[in-house]
T-cell receptor, first 113, second 115 residues
């Protein structure tokens, strides 16, 4: 069990640029989740996958956000035309199916200049 | 809308004392609850969980209590240590919701342990 890994750990970009983050879940976990966390707040759910199927998306996930998990293993989260309000920590988690705790990576911190 | 909330944003305790962190939830359909610990610069780390058919569960130095009548959840940490200093979140899941999988988090309690 090597844990959930996220890349990059930090991303600084100019407003209007596109960014892509990667998440590698724990290998035997078929569920993968993306959350966003701002300072002082709890993680906010964005979307989740069961295997390669994206089963739920939050209203927070605007058209500029897209997530994929093409082979049911790693996932990418892309933000197009970034805005100041996108600055946050983006967390990925994975779990087994059912009532199971989620295991989080250490996140990608996005800063928009 | 439904939310999971914490009673106190901060808690300061003396090393060696017991800590109690509280959480109130409003979704009566929630049937699985989890406590996470988050240290600075890291992702949330699973501590302990409890299902709605239980009212108490114990781990190593931690106990979670669930009171479904008043929709209240608490985390008790025995003999609190400096390494316990972190932000603690409760989260809930509704397993009967179609395609259920997401967790809803509260805003966290910052625990500070004084030596």
């Amino acid at each position: 069990d090597t844990g959930v890994s996220q890349d990059p750990r930090h991303k600084i970009t100019k407003r209007g640029q596109n960014v892509t983050f990667r998440c590698d879940p724990i290998s035997e976990h078929n569920r993968l989740y993306w959350y966003r966390q701002t300072l002082g707040q709890g993680p906010e759910f964005l979307t989740y996958f069961q295997n390669e199927a994206q089963l739920e998306k939050s209203r927070l996930l605007s058209d500029r956000f897209s997530a994929e998990r093409p082979k049911g293993s790693f996932s990418t989260l892309e933000i197009q035309r970034t805005e100041q309000g996108d600055s946050a920590m983006y967390l990925c988690a994975s779990s087994r199916e059912g009532l199971q705790p989620q295991h989080f990576g250490d996140g990608t911190r996005l800063s928009i200049l | 809308g439904e939310s999971v909330g914490l009673h106190l944003p901060t808690l300061s305790v003396q090393e060696g004392d017991n800590s109690i962190i509280n959480c109130a939830y409003s979704n009566s359909a929630s049937d699985y609850f989890i406590w996470y610990k988050q240290e600075s610069g890291k992702g949330p780390q699973f501590i302990i969980d409890i299902r709605s058919n239980m009212d108490k569960r114990q781990g190593q130095r931690v106990t979670v209590l669930l009171n479904k009548t008043v929709k209240h959840l608490s985390l008790q940490i025995a003999a609190t240590q400096p390494g316990d200093s972190a932000v603690y979140f409760c989260a809930e899941m509704d397993a009967w919701n179609t395609n259920a999988g997401k967790s809803t988090f509260g805003d966290g309690t910052t625990l500070t342990v004084k030596p």
